[in-house]
């Protein structure tokens, strides 16, 4: 649950609903028996940087997002996501990396809690988003999509096994995602009804699978869970027999976050070939590590032998400020850059 801080007093539940309709966020909030419905500027997160937000209610909506030090061309030319939720309102506050790591930072990629010393825009009526949304409001989300899974898969599934797979900044989604087909599965057993085989498979795009680890043992913790290994969602890893590169054999076949790739662009075509839209920062890594392990037999697989499902993350609006990063890195033809932005 997402708290409100109030004269230093923790609120929960203060916020009922966030359904996103179009291009704004409509925020619901309980007041008793009473509904106030209010609009709200959404903001495009773009997620070629670490990220958090926050939002006050008076005397004006506004978002805040902190960010490191953008790149001087993004700064003089905004686009894609940054340019649209520019365009929306969004106020950002830039700060050094060590400012930022010193807030935001840490060995689980920061706290679902507010850093203390971060005064919010207004006292008692700022609400706190940390980065990937990595805290217990997204949990209403979570349980709606576990609820879309199990029924298609219950309808369409023939009964055969399933690997829902998801591409990992924070790995939230998973994590979260995890936990309600677990609640969900669970109320089934107790019912009687028939058994389902469903795991979810995060894919990390951050960091490594450590990295993505130590994060939802974090996040499991914060949000009511143990931390066990054993309750988190299966990770795809690199094969271990593929020829990456001086750069990827390092981080152990994993993509550093965010950096121009060839292998990345080959994914990002192949899968458009397919009529599959992916973006170059989550979708693309994520793909390529799937295709990797496609008709895998191999018990350490954890997607061996099931159908798979695949969650896509967003992101498509940033896909033309991703293609200028490989414009200028030589990765792009200057003809298809332009075509394709």
Request: hydrophobic residues 35%; contains cysteine; neutral net charge.
């Amino acid at each position: 649950q997402m708290d409100f801080k109030k004269n230093n007093v923790i609120e929960q539940d203060m916020f009922r609903e966030l359904d996103v309709l179009d291009d704004e966020i409509q925020l619901q909030r309980k007041y008793g028996e009473e509904d106030e419905k209010n609009d709200s500027n959404n903001i495009g997160k773009s997620k070629m940087s670490t990220n958090n937000i926050e939002t006050a209610d008076e005397p004006q909506k506004r978002f805040i997002y902190y960010t490191k030090p953008l790149p001087r061309y993004l700064r003089k030319n905004p686009n894609g996501n940054l340019l649209r939720a520019l365009a929306l309102g969004m106020e950002i506050r830039t700060l050094s990396h060590d400012e930022y790591s010193r807030l935001f930072g840490g060995l689980h990629g920061g706290s679902s809690l507010a850093p203390a010393d971060l005064d919010p825009p207004v006292p008692g009526k700022s609400l706190w988003v940390p980065q990937g949304g990595a805290c217990g409001i997204a949990k209403p989300g979570s349980d709606v999509l576990a609820n879309e899974v199990i029924d298609y898969w219950t309808r369409y599934g023939k009964g055969m096994p399933l690997a829902v797979c998801l591409p990992g900044g924070t790995c939230t989604t998973a994590l979260l995602l995890q936990r309600s087909l677990n609640a969900i599965m669970d109320k089934r057993r107790k019912q009687n009804e028939k058994a389902i085989d469903i795991r979810v498979v995060v894919i990390p795009c951050v960091g490594d699978d450590e990295y993505a680890t130590r994060q939802m043992i974090s996040l499991d913790k914060a949000v009511g869970g143990t931390g066990r290994k054993e309750d988190l969602p299966w990770i795809l890893k690199p094969r271990t027999d593929v020829e990456y590169g001086s750069a990827r054999r390092r981080s152990r076949g994993y993509f550093t976050f965010g950096q121009p790739s060839k292998a990345l662009l080959e994914t990002y075509d192949e899968m458009n070939s397919e009529n599959v839209s992916l973006d170059l920062l989550y979708g693309a890594p994520a793909w390529s590590l799937l295709l990797q392990h496609w008709r895998s037999r191999e018990s350490d697989c954890p997607i061996a032998g099931r159908q798979l499902m695949y969650i896509h993350s967003g992101g498509l609006e940033g896909v033309a400020s991703q293609l200028t990063r490989y414009k200028h890195k030589n990765l792009l033809p200057d003809a298809r850059a332009v075509q394709t932005s």
